[in-house]
C-alpha cells in the first residue's frame, strides 16, 4: 500500500523530470490526491535532486531522510522541504555535495565541519562516527557546524538507538517564537 503524499509535486525552471506511472491518484472529497510507495517517493526525490547536481549517493541519502519523515507523518520535514533545499542549492547557500571534515577529535568527543552541507549526507556521517567512538569509549560529545538544515532529528536519535547508544540532540535555528513570557 502506498502512502498519501500531502504535497504538490514540483518542477523548478531548466529542469526536466518525467513523472511516468510513479503513483496512483484518486479522488477523494472533490481533491485529487497521489499515493506513492516510499521506494517511488525516494525514487523521485533523487531524481529531483540528482538533476539539481547532487550526486548520486548525496541524493539517495537526503531522500531517505526526508521520506522517513513523511512516513512517519512529519511532513513538515519530508518532501515539503525539497522545494526549498532546491532554491538553496541555486543560491549556493547550501553545499550539494559536502564532504564532513574532522576539526578536532578525542577519544570521546568530535567537532566538525559540515560544509554546508544538508543532514542526511553530513550529519549522519558525523552520527555514525560518534556512534563508533561511544562503541568504544563509552560516549562521545559531537559538534557539527556550518550545517545546513538537517531535516527531522528523530532520523539522526533513532540511528543511534538502534545502534545501542543514547542520544540528545540540539540544534539552533533562526528566531521563531519569542521566549516565555516574552514579546520578541
Known amino acids: ?27 477523494e472529497n472533490g481533491d485529487w490526491k497521489m499515493i506513492l510507495t516510499k521506494e517511488k517517493m525516494m525514487s523521485l526525490i533523487r531524481t529531483v535532486f540528482e538533476a539539481a547536481g547532487m550526486l548520486p549517493e548525496n541524493a539517495e541519502k537526503e531522500a531517505e531522510v526526508l521520506v522517513t519523515a513523511e512516513a512517519r507523518g512529519v511532513y513538515s520535514h519530508g518532501m515539503q522541504l525539497v522545494p526549498m533545499y532546491l532554491e538553496w542549492f541555486e543560491k549556493g547557500a547550501i553545499n550539494k555535495n559536502p564532504e564532513l571534515k574532522v576539526l578536532n577529535e578525542t577519544p570521546s568527543s568530535l567537532l566538525c565541519d559540515a560544509d554546508r552541507g544538508l543532514g542526511g549526507i553530513v550529519f549522519r556521517e558525523a552520527v555514525d ?3 563508533a567512538k561511544t562503541k568504544e569509549n563509552g560516549m562521545c560529545t559531537l559538534i557539527v557546524k556550518n550545517a545546513g538544515h538537517y531535516g527531522a532529528g528523530a532520523f539522526y536519535v533513532e540511528r543511534a538507538a538502534k545502534a545501542g547508544c543514547l542520544s540528545w540532540l540540539y540544534s539552533n535555528t533562526s528566531p521563531a517564537a519569542a521566549p516565555f513570557g516574552g514579546s520578541e
Open 1 to 27: 500500500m502506498g502512502m498519501p503524499c500531502r504535497h504538490s509535486l514540483f518542477v523548478r525552471k531548466n529542469m526536466q523530470v518525467h513523472f511516468n506511472d510513479i503513483g496512483q491518484t484518486l479522488k
Open 129 to 131: 562516527r560518534a556512534i
